[in-house]
């Protein structure tokens, strides 16, 4: 079946760096644009950054030259480089698949939480 | 950036009720609305999008309305399952915006 699974996150100090995943199974990643997006502890869902299936990217002010977004197609991978880390980035961060962009993401992984904290 | 406002952050209501959850965009989206339902500890489910279309899977109880700025979602009849938060989504531009939420909880 559809499924997305995310990888990765941890406890890392302010100002290191992290490099999330997430394995794509049951549909033509190619076909997809992909989607990180991030929940703080209690708060709101926050867009972080996508990527079309030509790796055409685009990001929210707030990672923007800090994060990112990169995918392997032959291997059904989204991945995340996250430098520069703050204690404002930590949150759940969610994979996503949008088949492109005016649709909202339709199927989303279960999340990997990223905690930064000296 | 479009703000999203979602009202009432908090709704309790009892199973078998009709429950109404309003989103106001700061700006015009046209018709471009998204509503989900995360469960704690879960990943956000696709329930409504271009504001009133229902992802296949989704019980016919949730219903999506409105366009521009002031959209609702509604629930003709709250199930046990239901209990959950609900956001709203723009997707007319980048960035994309959510609401802040709506807890729904039991009365």
């Known amino acids: 079946q559809v499924q997305l699974v995310e990888s990765g996150g941890d406890l890392v100090k302010p100002g290191g760096s992290l490099r999330l995943s997430c394995a794509a199974s049951?549909?033509?990643?190619?076909?997809?644009?992909m989607s990180w997006i991030r929940q703080a502890p209690g708060k709101g869902l926050e867009w972080v950054s996508y990527?079309?299936?030509?790796?055409?990217?685009t990001y929210a002010d707030s990672v923007k030259g800090r994060f990112t977004i990169s995918r392997d197609n032959p291997k059904n991978s989204l991945y995340l480089q996250m430098n520069s880390l703050r204690a404002g980035d930590t949150a759940v961060y969610y994979c996503a698949r949008h088949r492109n962009l005016v649709v909202p993401p339709n199927v989303w992984g279960k999340g990997t939480t990223v905690t930064v904290s000296s | 950036d479009i703000q999203m406002t979602q009202s009432p952050s908090t709704l309790s209501a009892s199973v078998g009720d009709r429950v109404t959850i309003t989103c106001r965009a700061s700006?015009?989206?046209?018709?471009?609305l998204a509503w989900y339902q995360q469960k704690p500890g879960k990943a956000p489910k696709l329930l409504i999008y271009k504001a009133s279309s229902l992802e296949s899977g989704v019980p016919s109880r949730f219903s999506g309305s409105g366009s521009g700025t002031e959209f609702t979602l509604t629930i003709s009849s709250l199930q046990p399952d239901d209990f959950a938060t609900y956001h709203c989504q723009q997707y007319n531009s980048y960035p994309w915006t959510f609401g802040q939420g709506t807890k729904v909880e039991i009365k």
């Open positions: 049951g549909f033509s990643f190619s076909d997809y644009y």
């Open positions: 700006q015009s989206i046209d018709s471009w």
């Open positions: 990527i079309s299936g030509t790796s055409y990217t």
